[in-house]
């Protein structure tokens, strides 16, 4: 396969998500008309991805798709020689964010085998689709519904699910990834347009995605009021049934053990240690010490993919409403897929 047209043909796949997504609907014509409706389909079978949050998605990828930040990724690595079958069990929490790994595996000259997440069955096809008829046919996949004739495996799922992929596939290269969720650091200073870009980070995707923010350190004099009056902007989340569904346990959850947490109708607060909350809750402690910090890091590592703070705290984190904004270079559980794609 010709990499340079497969390259080229992202560049173009780019600029047409970057068309589709500036028109308003009256405008499209027949083929943004298919793209709609794989959109309204795609949210149909599964309310969680709804249209807003799949043009998010799409944008992402129309925007950091250019000539210059693929050719920059690309830059490190050596292509193979010898082109492998690499099954692709792509995980289905968010929309399209099976995506990086297709793409890596495609530009490293082998070919995946993809196995769907049944959440997430319309987009990544169609993608792959178009890149292909953008890049002159050089573009080789395939859609399976069972994983067979592979040389590698690259698998995303709960801790659960992991444990029986890595015995499963013991005897195969492979990544096998876990659950991971995100954290905030605050200093006490972020200003209320800060905190703002903060929301974005707990409550984009509804919070569902590795990169969501579901545990917050404050300072112990930081005042919790701050946070509810930054995250009135994403207010209407709590119109999505699922989400609603998801707050009302929660919150009778929390009332039955009388548990104490802050609540502004839409998600709540809780002082809580733990790394994972529950959907519809924002795990929260107050530290004294950035040490304190630095410690819960280096114990929970490997259960956290970002931390969003601010740079001058030195926790190597993400800025402020960053945390779904991940470059070419950046990878699940950190590991990086294409150097793993480099000696299969």
Not at 35 to 63: C, G, M, V, Y
Not at 148 to 158: H, K, L, R, V, Y
Not at 258 to 266: E, I, V
Not at 277 to 306: A, H, M, T, W
């Amino acid at each position: 396969m010709n990499i340079e047209n497969q390259v080229l043909g992202l560049i173009r796949l780019s600029g047409y998500l970057k068309e589709f997504l500036s028109k308003k609907s009256q405008d499209y014509n027949d083929k943004d008309l298919e793209l709609e409706l794989l959109l309204r389909k795609s949210e149909i079978e599964n309310p969680w991805f709804t249209i807003e949050n799949h043009k998010f998605a799409l944008q992402q990828w129309a925007d950091i798709l250019t000539e210059e930040s693929i050719k920059n990724w690309l830059k490190e690595y050596t292509t193979s020689k010898i082109s492998k079958r690499v099954g692709l069990i792509l995980a289905g929490n968010i929309p399209l964010v099976g995506l990086h790994d297709v793409i890596s595996v495609v530009l490293s000259n082998h070919i995946p085998v993809i196995k769907l997440s049944s959440k997430d069955r319309y987009m990544i096809p169609f993608l792959l689709k178009k890149w292909n008829e953008f890049s002159e046919g050089n573009v080789q996949s395939e859609f399976v519904e069972r994983l067979e004739n592979f040389d590698a495996i690259i698998a995303t799922g709960s801790n659960n699910t992991a444990r029986y992929l890595e015995y499963y596939f013991k005897d195969r290269l492979n990544i096998i990834r876990k659950n991971r969720t995100s954290i905030a650091v605050l200093k006490g200073d972020e200003t209320d347009e800060e905190l703002q870009l903060l929301a974005k980070d707990i409550f984009q995707y509804f919070g569902l995605g590795c990169r969501n923010v579901t545990r917050l350190f404050i300072p112990q004099d930081f005042v919790i009021d701050r946070l509810f009056e930054s995250f009135i902007g994403f207010q209407d989340i709590i119109n999505h049934n699922k989400y609603a569904n998801n707050y009302d346990y929660n919150r009778a959850v929390y009332l039955l053990n009388q548990d104490k947490f802050w609540d502004n109708n839409f998600v709540m607060l809780k002082e809580d240690d733990k790394l994972f909350s529950p959907l519809s809750v924002i795990n929260f402690s107050r530290y004294s010490s950035l040490g304190d910090v630095k410690n819960f890091i280096k114990e929970n590592e490997e259960s956290i993919q970002c931390i969003v703070a601010k740079d001058e705290l030195g926790l190597d984190s993400v800025p402020l409403g960053e945390a779904q904004n991940p470059g070419l270079n950046t990878y699940a559980d950190n590991v990086d897929t294409m150097k793993f794609l480099e000696v299969i």
